[in-house]
């Protein structure tokens, strides 16, 4: 990513072949492929999982997925500038005639409402400050889970605990198989049906993740404080919590563990199929 | 509904099926013997007793039985509103977010601020629910038009073939792991 090549002519070679030699390009696509805009670029640059260097006019929106985005001299963007998980670097003022919007980034717009440039590095505190604050959410959103699903959410925790390993595993196959999902839905369906369903998929992995945590905080206090009756959740809920959520702010091993957690989640979540019953009982 | 005008209460007719004195109406025995409806209910009780009986001493009921019920029982309406079962977690929460607000206040609390420090704080906090709020916002409005874009990308690379090749493969390993996770004891 951090290599930045000018491969623009190659990514736009399309749209070149088919307009008059002197004309700026309409559209520039890149997919793995940094990017350097040095000519003119009439339509719209879309880069996924590539960085992209702007130094001449882009007439259209700049949607970067996964890359960073920075700018030369001369370079600037008339439409709307959308960076889905990277970084925006600007020495200054971006050149943007639109808006700049980073979703995703609560820290970035935090800074703006602070009258800060969402482009200049903020002070180590309000980082820690807003991890804090995100660890407060999680707690928030575990509450309100075992609060409203009491049956599933232990039964969930008890099955996870006799089975971490398959977990893991339907943890990491579900992942793929999500990705692998929305990126044939996107590519292949006509874009009024892919995006919905593409969102959809989202939702359901979002859903999968949150039902799951919860479900592993439980039971990583469960485990440690043997204590498993109804009223002593909430508090077997808070032990497995500061644990998990103590571990993610080490430098370094705590992103990895919270990673390694949040596949096992979803795993969670999955194998157990949201902690429904294994067997329905009727009675006649 | 019961057509009987003084149907037996649940616990004598357990008393009944199980052959042990009434708890509730000392003369149960004999209503149940002179009424048809009573003496249904004990029936079926005593049938159910028979049948659990026989699971029992066919060895299927896992000797964790009434562990793993406890474990998976719901709130009572009195554990679910109490303020001391919750205690914990909420104190965590409270502390969490409290610690969170001060170390965010730094970035408007600047030295010759100090005396409105709690100013800074009230402002530090404005300033994240508000960007909480955009960040819902940009998300919600920049998600389909990133997601059309991606889109887009995605069609002029063979990635989404590639994607659609790999996709069986990895669904029918999932549905094995998934299907042997819940057949699993």
Redesign the interface.
């Known amino acids: 990513m951090k290599r930045l090549a000018p491969l623009w002519l190659l990514a736009a070679a399309?749209a070149l072949a088919s307009a008059a030699p002197v004309s700026a390009p309409s559209s520039v696509?890149?997919?793995g492929r940094d990017l350097v805009i040095s000519q003119p670029v009439s339509g719209?640059v879309?880069?996924?999982f590539a960085s992209v260097r702007l130094e001449a006019r882009v007439e259209g929106?700049v949607?970067v997925?996964g890359g960073d985005v920075s700018f030369g001299p001369g370079g600037e963007v008339g439409g709307n500038l959308?960076v889905?998980g990277g970084t925006l670097r600007a020495s200054g003022t971006p050149p943007v005639h639109g808006v700049v919007?980073t979703?995703?980034?609560?820290l970035r717009?935090?800074?703006?409402?602070?009258k800060?440039a969402p482009w200049e590095a903020?002070?180590s505190?309000?980082v820690?400050?807003?991890?804090?604050?995100a660890?407060?959410a999680w707690?928030?959103a575990?509450?309100a889970v075992l609060?409203f699903f009491?049956?599933k959410l232990?039964?969930a925790a008890?099955?996870a605990s006799?089975?971490p390993t398959?977990?893991l595993?339907?943890g990491v196959?579900?992942i793929?198989?999500l990705?692998?999902?929305a990126?044939?839905v996107?590519?292949?369906l006509p874009?009024p049906l892919?995006?919905p369903v593409?969102?959809f998929v989202?939702a359901v992995a979002v859903a999968a993740k949150v039902f799951g945590m919860v479900t592993l905080f439980l039971m990583i206090g469960q485990r440690l404080s043997g204590r498993?009756?109804?009223?002593q959740?909430?508090?077997a809920?808070?032990?497995g919590?500061?644990i998990l959520g103590g571990v993610s702010l080490v430098p370094l091993a705590g992103p990895l563990v919270w990673s390694l957690a949040s596949v096992l989640a979803v795993g969670v979540a999955?194998?157990?199929?949201f902690g429904a019953p294994?067997y329905r009982v009727a009675i006649a | 509904m019961s057509d009987c005008s003084r149907p037996l209460d649940p616990l004598d007719v357990e008393a009944l099926a199980s052959g042990a004195e009434p708890l509730v109406q000392e003369d149960a025995s004999r209503h149940a013997a002179s009424c048809a409806a009573c003496g249904a209910s004990v029936a079926q009780a005593r049938s159910l007793e028979g049948l659990i009986g026989a699971v029992a001493r066919a060895g299927a009921v896992p000797p964790d039985l009434a562990d793993r019920v406890l474990r998976v029982r719901p709130f009572s309406r009195a554990e679910r509103w109490s303020p001391a079962v919750w205690r914990a977690p909420v104190l965590l929460l409270a502390a969490l977010g409290g610690a969170g607000t001060v170390l965010i206040g730094g970035v408007s609390a600047r030295p010759r601020e100090q005396v409105g420090l709690g100013a800074a704080l009230l402002a530090s906090a404005a300033g994240l629910v508000r960007a909480s709020w955009r960040w819902l916002a940009d998300l919600s409005q920049a998600a389909p038009s990133g997601a059309a874009a991606l889109s887009e990308i995605l069609r002029a690379t063979p990635a989404g073939w590639a994607a659609l090749l790999l996709l069986p493969a990895a669904a029918l390993g999932l549905r094995r792991v998934l299907s042997r996770a819940f057949a699993r004891r």
């Open positions: 399309p696509t890149t997919f719209r879309l880069a996924a929106d949607v997925w959308s889905f919007s979703p995703g980034s609560l717009l935090y800074l703006a409402e602070m800060r903020p002070p505190a309000t820690w400050g807003l991890r804090l604050l660890l407060a707690l928030a575990g509450i609060f009491d049956t232990p039964r008890e099955r006799e089975t398959i977990a595993l339907a196959l579900s793929v198989t990705f692998l999902a990126a044939a996107l590519a292949l874009p892919s995006v593409a969102l989202g498993v009756a109804a009223r959740r909430p508090a809920l808070a032990l919590f500061a999955f194998s157990t199929r294994r």
